[in-house]
């Protein structure tokens, strides 16, 4: 069955570097999504993602934050400056394209540390 | 504001009993509910989604309701097992292009023999 993976699985960084956080979607899936998950909260949304264009975006997603689809398969999240509250875990999602098709497909995540 | 709640953060039951667990939300209008379960370290896995035109949707051993005027959505898991212990999370689906989900903060269901 297909599925979203996620690499690294554990990312641990010092306070002020950039992370790429990388996701390959399942290959057929036209919209992509962030969500992150600060230990023993919610899942939050990030980022929206299709046509190769961000659709929609948080508050949190701020100018630290970028989406990029650098080829036909991967997608990635940088942080440019991390902040310690930055530390979560972060999910990849996709999804069929259409209206019908609203079942979303998380990834494993990604555990990210900044000290 | 908009919020989701579920109500119970942590739920305990005997095996072989049905498990309900409660969704509510305001100030919303979602076309969509969804239902997933989450594993400690885990992404969130698909469960059932129900629309607001849809009273109930059922699948094995699952079921979930949708009551717009109370803004309510119950989730039903029957003849629970141990198996079934983890995390279960309500999601609103806003319309529009992208559909990002909007979650609760999940129920904590642990099923003892």
């Known amino acids: 069955e297909p599925e979203v993976t996620q690499t690294p699985s554990h990312q641990v960084t010092q306070m002020g570097q950039e992370v790429i956080l990388r996701c390959v979607p399942i290959s057929n899936h036209l919209y992509f999504y962030w969500y992150r998950q600060i230990l023993g909260q919610k899942v939050e949304f990030l980022v929206s993602?299709?046509?190769?264009?961000?659709?929609?975006k948080s508050e949190i997603f701020d100018d630290q934050f970028s989406v990029e689809r650098p080829d036909g398969s991967n997608f990635t999240l940088k942080i440019r400056s991390t902040k310690l509250e930055d530390s979560a875990m972060y999910f990849c999602?996709?999804?069929?394209?259409?209206?019908?098709?609203?079942?979303?497909?998380f990834g494993p995540g990604t555990r990210l540390t900044v000290l | 504001s908009q919020k989701i709640e579920q109500n119970s953060e942590a739920l305990n039951i005997q095996e072989g009993k049905t498990a309900t667990l409660t969704c509510n939300y305001t100030n919303y209008s979602p076309a969509y509910l969804q239902w997933y379960r989450q594993d400690p370290g885990r992404g969130p896995v698909f469960l059932l989604l129900i629309r607001e035109n849809e009273k109930e949707k059922r699948k094995e051993r699952l079921k979930v309701t949708f009551d717009t005027t109370l803004k309510q959505s119950l989730f039903h898991i029957t003849a629970s097992q141990p198996a079934d212990s983890a995390t279960y999370l309500c999601a609103l689906l806003n319309t529009g292009t992208a559909s990002k989900l909007t979650f609760g903060t999940g129920t904590r269901l642990q099923v003892t023999l």
């Open positions: 993602f299709y046509n190769n264009e961000i659709s929609e």
């Open positions: 999602a996709s999804r069929l394209s259409g209206s019908g098709y609203n079942e979303q497909f």
